[in-house]
């Protein structure tokens, strides 16, 4: 059996049909940026995540530079990031000219050490941002907390949280801004590059609405400088139409999840650690990462046996050239490191089935028992 790491092409074929209605109905209007479907994908996005506005942009980082630009982050400024995590985040606060200072991860749940936080405060720190990783909501109420006390700005990134919730409620309105991508593999993807923000901040919406679009909200007039950070209006049109299924299909990445974790439980392999997450949280599991030993020789016996994977992420951020100019040394993060030598990714989409999870299951235990 083959086994892909995700599967979009049977994704697309349950909605072919209504995808290249929403194109082709762009391509005769010949209105391909910031149009009608835009304008519904932004009111649709806000309304199921329960906050008062959504804007559509180009890319996740590009939300992620809207973000802080919003917020006044410039040059000198500080910006607390989780050291294990896509680039992009801390590419954010680099774009503002300000420096991101590292904290390590959460050993249970992945994400951002609360309890580390507060130590890598300075008074240059204008801002942190929690990131949902893999799907799992951060530790929001500590953040918070933390944020109040310290008088911070917190941005959360929910570039791989669509519709995740924390004690009840949806992320992306946690914060003062969210932040969100639509890469093609993301739990709500489209069909080539896409990003958004939400906030319920009247005024930060109406700064990032017009520096998406060179500082103007009437054409030719500007009130800022701004950037162009428009989302095309055949990417809107497919969002909408995904838009339709993403409870659905966030429903059938939790009911996959918990095949594997039953399913590893039941086979009982030492070696192998799978998720947890605290239960006032909801989890969409972007990925299911588990921690392996032995990983490089268990990635080789996968891909001989048809079960593709990935690593998210083979080096921390402060291992990585981009920024050595930071001057961390690899020890300084020791649970981050640690992930980066045991941390695998296995295959996650709603559509698996459980004959699927079954074999990848019993491919890995195969490995150990061999």
Not at 53 to 66: E, F, N, P, Q, W
Not at 205 to 230: A, P, W
Not at 333 to 362: G, H, N, Q, W
Request: glycine content about 8%.
């Amino acid at each position: 059996m083959n086994v892909p790491f995700v599967d979009l092409k049977t994704q697309y074929q349950g909605i072919k049909e209504e995808v290249l209605k929403e194109i082709n109905d762009v391509l005769d209007n010949t209105a391909y940026i910031c149009g009608k479907k835009a304008k519904k994908f932004e009111e649709d996005f806000a309304g199921i995540h329960n906050v008062k506005h959504a804007i559509g942009l180009s890319t996740g980082t590009d939300a992620l530079h809207v973000a802080m630009h919003a917020l006044g982050i410039k040059h000198g400024d500080e910006v607390i990031v989780p050291v294990n995590t896509y680039i992009a985040t801390a590419e954010g606060v680099s774009l503002c000219y300000a420096k991101p200072v590292f904290v390590d991860n959460d050993e249970k749940t992945y994400n951002i050490d609360v309890n580390k936080i507060e130590a890598a405060i300075t008074p240059n720190t204008k801002a942190i941002i929690p990131v949902h990783l893999y799907g799992q909501p951060a530790e929001m109420d500590a953040i918070l907390e933390i944020a109040k006390k310290h008088n911070l700005h917190v941005v959360e990134d929910c570039s791989q949280a669509h519709l995740a919730t924390y004690k009840g409620k949806k992320i992306g309105g946690l914060g003062v801004i969210g932040t969100f991508s639509f890469y093609p593999g993301k739990n709500l993807g489209a069909y080539g590059e896409g990003g958004g923000v939400t906030t319920n901040d009247e005024k930060l919406y109406n700064f990032m609405l017009r520096y998406r679009q060179h500082g103007s909200i009437e054409k030719y007039i500007h009130d800022i400088e701004g950037h162009n950070y428009r989302m095309e209006e055949i990417q809107s049109g497919v969002l909408n139409v995904k838009m339709k299924y993403i409870q659905k299909w966030t429903d059938m990445r939790r009911k996959n999840a918990q095949m594997y974790t039953e399913k590893f439980a039941s086979l009982g392999i030492e070696e192998v650690i799978t998720p947890w997450h605290p239960d006032y949280v909801d989890p969409v599991y972007h990925l299911y990462i588990i921690r392996v030993k032995n990983r490089e020789k268990l990635i080789e016996h996968l891909n001989k046996n048809g079960v593709q994977n990935g690593l998210h992420y083979p080096l921390p951020l402060h291992m990585q050239k981009a920024y050595s100019h930071l001057g961390y040394r690899p020890e300084d993060f020791p649970v981050a490191r640690k992930f980066a030598e045991e941390i695998l990714s296995i295959p996650m989409y709603p559509e698996m089935t459980e004959d699927m999870i079954d074999y990848v299951c019993s491919t890995i235990k195969q490995f150990y028992t061999r």
